[in-house]
């Protein structure tokens, strides 16, 4: 018994080495998100329209769209966007379409089901936007999930049914 308990101990300490050797940086596969394709957060005051709701919730169009198509609560939606983290600043940039020099739309399967991973403020920021139109939200901390205020700069790519 002792023997295997030993064994056992030895396997452990070994996976905890190279759990924690994985935290390293110099470690080839570790990696951080590269934002730096990622546009900065766009002027609000050059925006054609502004909206800001009585919860806070702010809306800027920043360029029309076009076609009949406008994106409702089961629509399937290519964006390209990138969401800042407390403060417009390119450090708080946690989320992108751009990531790591992609030049692909992300998709929204469903929009109406990003209530529960994005927060309603970015689900009501994007109905109604139209192919080619871009917006800027400012969603309090009472309308995401991340408990801060959050910031989103995005433009439709494509909506689907």
């Known amino acids: 018994m002792q023997k295997y308990t030993s064994t056992i101990k030895l396997?452990?300490?070994?996976?905890?080495?190279?759990?924690?050797?994985?935290c390293n940086n110099n470690?080839?596969?570790?990696?951080?998100?590269?934002?730096?394709?990622?546009?900065?957060?766009?002027?609000?005051?050059?925006?054609i329209s502004k909206v800001i709701d009585e919860d806070g919730l702010a809306i800027y169009t920043l360029q029309e769209g076009h076609?009949?198509?406008?994106?409702?609560?089961?629509?399937?939606?290519?964006?390209?966007?990138?969401g800042f983290y407390r403060t417009t600043n390119r450090?708080?940039?946690?989320?992108?379409?751009?990531?790591?020099?992609?030049t692909s739309a992300s998709i929204v399967?469903?929009?109406g089901n990003y209530s529960t991973t994005k927060g309603?403020?970015?689900?009501?920021?994007?109905?109604g936007m139209k192919v080619g139109e871009r917006r800027a939200l400012v969603v309090?901390?009472?309308?995401?999930?991340?408990g801060v205020p959050v910031?989103?700069?995005?433009?439709v790519a494509s909506i689907e049914y």
């Not at 409702?72 to 990138?82: A, E, G, K, L, Q």
């Not at 946690?94 to 020099?101: D, L």
């Not at 309090?140 to 991340?146: E, F, I, M």
């Open 91 to 102: 450090d708080d940039i946690f989320e992108s379409s751009y990531v790591n020099g992609s």
């Open 11 to 22: 396997l452990f300490t070994l996976l905890l080495i190279v759990g924690i050797s994985a």
């Open 109 to 111: 399967t469903g929009v």
């Open 67 to 82: 076609g009949d198509l406008e994106v409702t609560i089961r629509d399937n939606v290519y964006i390209y966007f990138t």
């Open 27 to 47: 470690n080839p596969y570790y990696f951080t998100n590269d934002y730096s394709d990622a546009p900065d957060f766009p002027d609000t005051t050059t925006a």
């Open 140 to 146: 309090p901390d009472s309308l995401n999930v991340y």
């Open 120 to 127: 309603e403020g970015f689900v009501r920021g994007i109905l």
């Open 151 to 155: 910031y989103y700069d995005i433009e």
